[in-house]
């Protein structure tokens, strides 16, 4: 019994302490099987010019990051999802949640006054699970277009192959 309150205790601290995307990206990005990238600020303007509808989307650009979790077990896609939900939990709104047994997708964000200025896409299935983390300043409607039934997927895929393409793109200027 004093065996699984103490995993009780130290899931909920885990849970608890994690209650932002940067600690959640942080709590991960060195696990096995994750793959993530926090996009520098030269590389900024090239997740810009993937395309213009992905342009309009995402806007200006801050902070982006994203992490990918592959082949997860169901106890960890399971702590995965309740961590994002803990980090959505608390000063985000839901523009699209859906919760189904083999998915689970979210789109949420922080708005100040009429501008989208935190954006959370987390997408789970039983092979993969991403989370991305945007901050600027956004147009609202186009993210919530994301929130259609293929949106999270294009805007991902889109985001992944323009990245593996530019990841070797220097920008050292010097002859």
């Known amino acids: 019994m004093r065996r699984i309150s103490i995993c009780f205790s130290l899931c909920f ?3 608890s302490c994690g209650s932002s995307f940067k600690s959640f990206y942080n709590n991960h ?9 926090q996009v520098p600020k030269f590389m900024k303007a090239v997740v810009g010019s993937i395309s213009p509808e992905i342009n309009q989307a995402i806007g200006n650009i801050s902070d982006f990051k994203f992490i990918k979790f592959e082949n997860a077990n169901s106890f960890k896609r399971q702590t995965l999802i309740n961590e994002m939900n ?3 939990k608390h ?3 839901d523009v699209f949640r859906k919760n189904e047994a083999d998915r689970t997708q979210v789109i949420s964000v922080k708005e100040k006054d009429i501008v989208v200025t935190d954006v ?4 789970s299935t039983e092979k993969v699970t991403t989370a991305y983390y945007l901050q600027g300043h956004f147009d609202a409607g186009k993210i919530r277009s994301l929130a259609n039934e293929d949106g999270i997927d294009t805007f991902t895929n889109t985001l992944i192959k323009s990245y593996d393409s530019n990841k070797g793109t220097s ?3 010097e002859n």
């Open 120 to 123: 959370i896409i987390f997408s």
């Open 91 to 93: 000063k985000y709104v």
């Open 13 to 15: 601290l885990m849970i």
């Open 171 to 173: 920008t050292n200027q």
């Open 86 to 88: 803990a980090v959505t």
């Open 29 to 37: 990005k060195s696990d096995l099987g994750a793959t993530s990238f």
